[in-house]
Each structure stands twice: as structure tokens, then as C-alpha cells.
């Protein structure tokens, strides 16, 4: 394993010292929280001298500890110490003056990585395939949306000028937005990050990026926490805003976070059939992934907005169905044949945390695999039952999510018990609220 500081002075030998390095750490939330550490001082991250409270890793949406998670204060907000993460070093093409990333986990008692890590759920979940022979191959897409700039944080979004209402893959849309797309493109091969195709999609200002297949998972959610952050750096030099928010506008498609899962094994691929139907083994995965569908709600549509994009005629699928190239169903698959054969999860908000949202697919992919289940008759079947829809409702979501033995197997009785009371403060907060939609139509009429 290569030292932090070998990795730094090979930075250093290409790029020069940095006037500052921003250490990353991705919270329960994947809200990137840390410090700025002077490029000068890269040996006290070496040596662990560089620490931040435990509880960083879980406090809610809002940035706040929570007393009733046990953290924080309450047990007088210890610090862990902040450990770069290998290979994770890269220039920030973006930011003013020279500046570079890396991001970093914390450890507790000893050398060992704190259990409120996300990132570290999913390391444990690539360890039981590990334990099968096995390793998941990864490839995400992300969609999200370019705004003009707001004034306050409560103002409703506004898309770009000369957006047309409906631009879905149109390429005068990508000529417009050209020097944007490019820099993010670019910024995009400066850090590392396997991106592929980019394409404009559905509502006004929202694209879409795909990134190459992986069999790393852990760098492939890593690429996905880290693009967020690229794509709204680039946009606010340019005067814009971005968002990830799983449903900014009402009247247009939501943002989703599209994960495709393949498993490879000692002679490869292990999903291969023959012919359009998938195979068994395939099929075992697709019907483990949707038995547990509703219980990893509450994972793949973290928050109150993530809902929205559930309701009827929204554009994304709403019960835990399947199909052959199916673009409606919940888990598509888009190849049952040859080395390309898996499947496309497409239930995830782009405001999901993409280290529990893999670890919560896979660990449903595990469980199909380990369990062989029969899969339900496709979608577009006239015969087939249709599926119960799943949860319009937050709070059943998460309260599916804390009473499933399945999920306290993969994520641990104590990490869920943290991740459901955050959800349920959130829920507090935001409900509690009075919309001004409830008030335009009840105040002057009731």
C-alpha cells in the first residue's frame, strides 16, 4: 500500500504544492463535510494529526446533531482521525489558485474505520461477495439539472435561458451549454472520473451523464459522490447553479441515480443467458433485488422531495416490477446475453447516498442469489399481477427500512438505528411546516 506522502510527492512532482488541500469526508448524507489543511502541512495527515468529531459522519440534512442518535455531545462529541483514502488525490481544476482534494474516512479506537461510515458498509457488503468468489461490477448515471442563480435558498428554480420546455437528447441543447458541458468534461478527466456519454435530457436544463462499467464499486460510488461536487464547482463559475435534488420542478422529470449491476465470477460475467429470457441465475438476482425493494426504500429516496418522484406519470417507476429493455420498470435489463448481460436498478433519486444505495442493491442482489427465489412474469405481461405500489410516504418507508431484518444485516442494528432516527427528525422538521400552497388555497376560504 502506497504511503500518503509517497502519494502526495508524486502530486507534487507533477503538479507542483498546492496552496491548500480540502479533505472530504461524505456523511450519512453523502454532504461532503472536512477541512482545509495548508499544502504544506501533508505529513500531519500522515501521522493522524488531523481529527474531526466523530458525529460528522451523521448529523442530519441540515447539518445538525441530533441528541437522540447517542452521538454528539451527548457522549462528549469525540474525535476520530482523518485517513486518506489511497488514490484519492487529485487537483480541483475548478477552485481559484491551486488547490487539491483527497478524501478521507475516520478512525475511532485503533486503526479501524469508524462504523458510521457509508463508504465502509459498502467495503463490507464487496467483502461478502468476495467471500462467494465474486465481484460486483458497477456502472452509474446521474442526472441533474442546470439553474439561473437564486437569490435566497427558499426561491423556486428557474431553468437556463433558451431552454426549451421539452429537449429530451436534443443537440442544439449541448451546443448552448457547450463551454459548460465541456469544463465539466474536462475537470471530469483531470480527477479521474470514468465518464462516458452525456446527453441532454427530458426537462429544461437537465442532463445526463453515464460513466464507464467498474468492477471497483467502491471507486465507482466514489465517482458518483465526487461528480456532484465537480458539476456544481464548474456551473457556479459560470455563473449558474446545479442540482441534484431529486424533483426541483413539479411539472418535469426528476433527477434519478441509475445504477447497473453485473457480477462477475472465475470464468466472468455470471448473468449470461441464451435468447431474449434472462438466465436463472439472473433471475435470481432481479427477484432478490425486488423482494427487498420496499424495505431499501427509504436508502434510494433519502428525503421529503425524494418522494415526488414516485407519483403517478412522473417518469420514474413506482412498484417493484421488471422488464426486458423496459424503460418503466423499476429494474430493467438491458442485455441477458454475452459479457454486457445485467441489470439496471432505476427506483434511486439522484439525492441518494450512492454508498448505501449500491450496498442496499447488492446486498438485495446477495440475497437472490443466496436464496433463489422464482422471478415474478415480467411487466408488459398481460397475465402478470401487477406489484404493490411502493411507498408514497415517507415515513411507512422508513419505518419498513428500520423494522427489516434484511437491512439490519447489512447495514447493522446500530448504524440503522442512527440512519432511521435521523429520517425521522428530518421528517419532523419538514412536515411540520406550513406550505404557502396551504395557505394560498385554505387561509381566505376556510
Known amino acids: 500500500m502506497t504511503s500518503f506522502l509517497d502519494e502526495y510527492a508524486a502530486y507534487t512532482a507533477a503538479h507542483g504544492t498546492p496552496d491548500r488541500i480540502e479533505l472530504l469526508l461524505p456523511d450519512i448524507n453523502a454532504i461532503l463535510r472536512g477541512k482545509w489543511l495548508p499544502g504544506t502541512d501533508a505529513k500531519k495527515l500522515q501521522d493522524g494529526g488531523v481529527r474531526l468529531p466523530l458525529s460528522t459522519y451523521a448529523p442530519n440534512i441540515m447539518g445538525e446533531d441530533i441528541p437522540e442518535t447517542g452521538l454528539g455531545i451527548a457522549i462528549g462529541d469525540p474525535d476520530g482521525i482523518m485517513v486518506p483514502v489511497e488514490g484519492t488525490l487529485k487537483p480541483v481544476p475548478w477552485a481559484e489558485g491551486h488547490v487539491a482534494q483527497v478524501q478521507c474516512e475516520m478512525t475511532g479506537d485503533g486503526d479501524v474505520t469508524s462504523p458510521l461510515s457509508s463508504r465502509d458498509k459498502l467495503a463490507a457488503m464487496l467483502q461478502r461477495f468476495a467471500d462467494r468468489g465474486l465481484k460486483p461490477v458497477i456502472a452509474t448515471e446521474l442526472e441533474f439539472y442546470l439553474l439561473l442563480p437564486r437569490e435566497a435558498p427558499e426561491d423556486a428554480p428557474c431553468p437556463p435561458p433558451h431552454a426549451p420546455e421539452t429537449q429530451n437528447y436534443e443537440m442544439n441543447v449541448l451546443d448552448r451549454t457547450h463551454e459548460i458541458l465541456t469544463e465539466i468534461q474536462q475537470a471530469s478527466a483531470i480527477q479521474g472520473l470514468a465518464t462516458d456519454s452525456l446527453i441532454a435530457e427530458y426537462g429544461p436544463g437537465q442532463y445526463e451523464i453515464n460513466f464507464h462499467h467498474s468492477d471497483n464499486a467502491l471507486e465507482a460510488a466514489d465517482t458518483a459522490v465526487l461528480f456532484r461536487r465537480l458539476v456544481r464547482g464548474v456551473v457556479q463559475r459560470h455563473g449558474m447553479e446545479a442540482t441534484f435534488m431529486a424533483k426541483p420542478y413539479a411539472d418535469y422529470p426528476g433527477n434519478g441515480m441509475h445504477v447497473h449491476v453485473s457480477v462477475s465470477g472465475e470464468d466472468g460475467n455470471i448473468f449470461p443467458g441464451t435468447g431474449d429470457d434472462p438466465s436463472e441465475v439472473l433471475g435470481h438476482a432481479v427477484a432478490g433485488v425486488l423482494k427487498t425493494m420496499p424495505e431499501v426504500q427509504a436508502v434510494l429516496a433519502p428525503h421529503m422531495n425524494s418522494f415526488r418522484r414516485f407519483a403517478p406519470g412522473s417518469f420514474s ?16 435489463l438491458p442485455d441477458t446475453e454475452g459479457p454486457g448481460a445485467r441489470l439496471e436498478h432505476r427506483i434511486g433519486g439522484a439525492d441518494c447516498n450512492p454508498y448505501l444505495a449500491i450496498t442496499a442493491i447488492l446486498g438485495g442482489v446477495l440475497w437472490g442469489l443466496d436464496n433463489k427465489p422464482e422471478l415474478p ?20 418507508a422508513v419505518d419498513a427500512f428500520a423494522g427489516s431484518e434484511f ?34 388555497t385554505y387561509l381566505g376560504r376556510l
Open 317 to 332: 417507476p413506482n412498484r417493484p416490477d421488471w422488464g426486458l429493455d423496459h424503460r418503466g420498470a423499476a429494474v430493467r
Open 377 to 396: 412474469l415480467p411487466i408488459d405481461d398481460p397475465t402478470a399481477p401487477q406489484p404493490a405500489p411502493l411507498a408514497h410516504d415517507w415515513r411507512k
Open 407 to 440: 437491512i439490519a444485516d447489512i447495514f447493522g442494528e446500530r448504524f440503522v438505528e442512527i440512519y432511521a432516527t435521523l429520517k425521522y427528525d428530518e421528517i419532523a422538521k419538514l412536515t411540520s411546516e406550513i406550505t404557502p400552497a396551504e395557505y394560498r
